[in-house]
């Protein structure tokens, strides 16, 4: 199964007001080094692009098997 990038944004005016997000790669990441290898210019490039946010945190993951309930 493919890794992939989780990480949570805040606003910078409201740092309490935090969104997490997930980037699937364009190519394929089997391990979690490839995905860390990768995963610093990912958020580098969102965070040029999303100038309002700051990236708090962030993981390497393989996606849930259940995403939950859609409310």
Not at 6 to 26: G, M
Not at 57 to 63: A, E, Q, S, T, Y
Request: charge should be positive; include cysteine; hydrophobic fraction near 35%.
């Amino acid at each position: 199964m493919l890794f992939g990038l989780y990480f949570l944004t805040c606003l910078t005016s409201n740092p309490t007001h935090c969104v997490t997000r997930v980037h699937v790669f364009d190519e394929d990441v089997w391990t979690p080094l490839q995905c860390l290898k990768v995963a610093q210019p990912q958020m580098a490039q969102w965070q040029r692009s999303h100038d309002r946010w700051r990236v708090e945190r962030f993981r390497c993951g393989k996606p849930p098997r259940d995403d939950g309930a859609r409310i």
